[in-house]
């Protein structure tokens, strides 16, 4: 059983930088892939990032290649994903999911899901 908490969603505006965070409880995290999905309103549950158990391989959607950086740090049972160059369109809550063994990209794959943390970036 693995528990996930997020953190770190807030207001920013356009061209600016959040650090998202995600604590996980249990004490076998880093057999874990993580991955990091949103939702906005109306839309359906987008893959964002991935990243294996041990952090060796990294993994993005289209839409924040080369502006979004997951990253992970077994010792602290955290995962975090650097946002820069936020956009509106990023706009969406941001949860946070756990799998044993490899990355997938369906949300359906993943076992465990955070509350979520809402992101909201202006014009």
């Known amino acids: 059983q693995v528990q996930l908490v997020e953190s770190g969603g807030e207001l920013v505006q356009a061209g600016g930088s959040l650090r998202l965070s995600c604590a996980a409880s249990?004490?076998?995290?880093?057999?874990?892939?993580m991955g990091w999905f949103r939702q906005a309103p109306g839309k359906e549950r987008e893959f964002v990032a991935a990243i294996s158990w041990s952090g060796g391989s990294t993994y993005y959607g289209d839409s924040v290649k080369g502006r979004f950086t997951i990253s992970r740090d077994n010792a602290k049972n955290t995962v975090y994903l650097q946002m820069n160059s936020l956009k509106p369109e990023d706009t969406a809550v941001y949860y946070c999911?756990?799998?044993?063994?490899?990355?997938?990209?369906?949300?359906?794959?993943?076992?465990?899901w955070g509350q979520g943390t809402q992101v909201t970036v202006s014009s």
């Open positions: 999911a756990a799998r044993p063994s490899y990355v997938r990209y369906l949300a359906r794959e993943y076992n465990y």
């Open positions: 249990g004490r076998t995290f880093s057999s874990y892939a």
